[in-house]
């Protein structure tokens, strides 16, 4: 979701999508499949057909290209891959065993079901619980299962914290995890999560438990900053207050807002909450990256749909006019989101 480059299209991927779009799903099914005939690996498959199409989808929805129906066509399509290319795994025995789960507020499970499958590939017999899990209901489970892993996939950045919950989940019953996908890849976010290893790819979670089959792992922590922790308990309790006098304040410095529809004006405000929430959990894993990564994907998400720069750089600037003086680091994350706007508009 934070992301603002261009995935170059791979002429397999381009050739699913236009399968779609033309309402023949089981050619792209059976593109798939044949790619597996072929002599594919079915990780090979999954990184180098199913992955670049999904994002090529996120892109284009971004871009104003796609409506959200298309985004949601492509990932069933996707998801019926998947399911038929499990039967070309290979079966691992029980000594590999490892449970993957979505992080708690995750509900994107297309990107975890690809890399249990990859996972699979690879040697290790995954059980799968889903998305969004709760936190309670993991514990239960894995005190049942008692797997020598756990994997936790997390997409968008906003479900970062439920890592942080399952993780401890985990750790009650003395399990490592390892937490990978787009909101954790080549950062050191897990860290602040208390998870035990951060991958960007499948080979990396792969090369991680083998290792951890060799020696016991000391499991971490989840990091607490008292500061960054009471910043967050203010902003949750003074968010609709924050979001209202925010609106108000934007309202009468961009006099265009006036003759907004009943639609726009939803939107605004809802941005203007998607921001304070990122702020949040900005503050939550200790990296302005994650709000600044935003901002930039936000700004050419509007940009596609008409909104200038300017009214995204005053949406923050009146979220930091109405912050109190008790929240200085949230200040300064919308600063720093600020100057991100204003390096991309020279």
Same mark, same amino acid.
């Given at each position: 979701?934070?992301?603002?480059?261009?995935?170059?299209?791979?002429?397999?991927?381009?050739?699913?999508?236009?399968?779609?779009?033309?309402?023949?799903?089981?050619?792209?099914?059976?593109?798939?499949?044949?790619?597996?005939?072929?002599?594919?690996?079915?990780?090979?498959?999954?990184?180098?057909?199913?992955?670049?199409?999904?994002?090529?989808?996120?892109?284009?929805?971004?871009?104003?290209?796609?409506?959200?129906?298309?985004? &949601?066509?492509?990932?069933?399509?996707?998801?019926?891959?998947?399911?038929?290319?499990?039967?070309?795994?290979?079966?691992?025995?029980?000594?590999?065993?490892?449970?993957?789960?979505?992080?708690?507020?995750?509900?994107?499970?297309?990107?975890?079901?690809?890399?249990?499958?990859?996972?699979?590939?690879?040697?290790?017999?995954?059980?799968?619980?889903?998305?969004?899990?709760?936190?309670? &209901?993991?514990?239960?489970?894995?005190?049942?299962?008692?797997?020598?892993?756990?994997?936790?996939?997390?997409?968008?950045?906003?479900?970062?914290?439920?890592?942080?919950?399952?993780?401890?989940?985990?750790?009650?019953?003395?399990?490592?995890?390892?937490?990978?996908?787009?909101?954790?890849?080549?950062?050191?976010?897990?860290?602040?999560?208390?998870?035990?290893?951060?991958?960007?790819?499948?080979?990396?979670?792969?090369?991680?438990?083998?290792?951890?089959?060799?020696?016991?792992?000391?499991?971490?922590?989840?990091?607490?900053?008292?500061?960054?922790?009471?910043?967050?308990?203010?902003?949750?309790?003074?968010?609709? &207050?924050?979001?209202?006098?925010?609106?108000?304040?934007?309202?009468?410095?961009?006099?265009?807002?006036?003759?907004?529809?009943?639609?726009?004006?939803?939107?605004?405000?809802?941005?203007?909450?998607?921001?304070?929430?990122?702020?949040?959990?900005?503050?939550?894993?200790?990296?302005?990256?994650?709000?600044?990564?935003?901002?930039?994907?936000?700004?050419?998400?509007?940009?596609?749909?008409?909104?200038?720069?300017?009214?995204?750089?005053?949406?923050?600037?009146?979220?930091?006019?109405?912050?109190?003086?008790?929240?200085?680091?949230?200040?300064?994350?919308?600063?720093?989101?600020?100057?991100?706007?204003?390096?991309?508009?020279?």
């Amino acid at each position: 979701m934070t992301s603002t480059t261009t995935t170059p299209v791979t002429e397999d991927a381009e050739r699913f999508l236009d399968h779609i779009e033309r309402a023949d799903a089981d050619a792209a099914i059976d593109q798939a499949l044949d790619l597996v005939r072929e002599g594919w690996r079915v990780t090979d498959v999954v990184r180098d057909l199913l992955a670049p199409a999904q994002r090529t989808v996120g892109e284009r929805w971004a871009a104003g290209r796609y409506t959200v129906a298309h985004e &949601h066509l492509v990932s069933g399509v996707v998801d019926d891959v998947l399911g038929l290319l499990a039967v070309h795994a290979p079966r691992p025995g029980p000594e590999h065993t490892l449970a993957l789960a979505c992080a708690e507020g995750e509900w994107h499970t297309t990107p975890a079901r690809m890399a249990a499958l990859c996972l699979r590939d690879a040697g290790w017999r995954v059980q799968f619980l889903g998305g969004s899990l709760p936190a309670d &209901h993991l514990a239960s489970t894995l005190a049942h299962l008692a797997p020598p892993a756990m994997a936790i996939s997390c997409t968008l950045p906003l479900a970062l914290p439920g890592v942080a919950t399952l993780a401890d989940a985990a750790h009650d019953q003395q399990i490592p995890v390892v937490v990978g996908g787009a909101a954790v890849a080549a950062t050191r976010r897990h860290v602040r999560l208390g998870a035990d290893g951060g991958v960007g790819t499948v080979e990396e979670a792969v090369d991680l438990l083998r290792t951890w089959l060799d020696q016991p792992v000391e499991l971490q922590a989840t990091a607490r900053d008292v500061d960054a922790d009471l910043e967050r308990a203010l902003l949750t309790s003074t968010r609709a &207050h924050l979001l209202d006098h925010a609106y108000r304040r934007l309202e009468a410095e961009l006099p265009q807002m006036a003759g907004y529809t009943e639609r726009q004006r939803h939107h605004t405000r809802q941005d203007l909450d998607y921001i304070l929430q990122f702020v949040d959990v900005a503050l939550a894993v200790e990296d302005t990256s994650l709000l600044t990564s935003f901002v930039g994907w936000l700004a050419d998400l509007l940009a596609a749909r008409g909104v200038p720069p300017a009214v995204l750089e005053r949406s923050l600037a009146v979220l930091r006019y109405v912050l109190p003086d008790e929240a200085p680091h949230a200040r300064g994350l919308l600063q720093a989101g600020i100057e991100e706007l204003r390096g991309r508009t020279g």
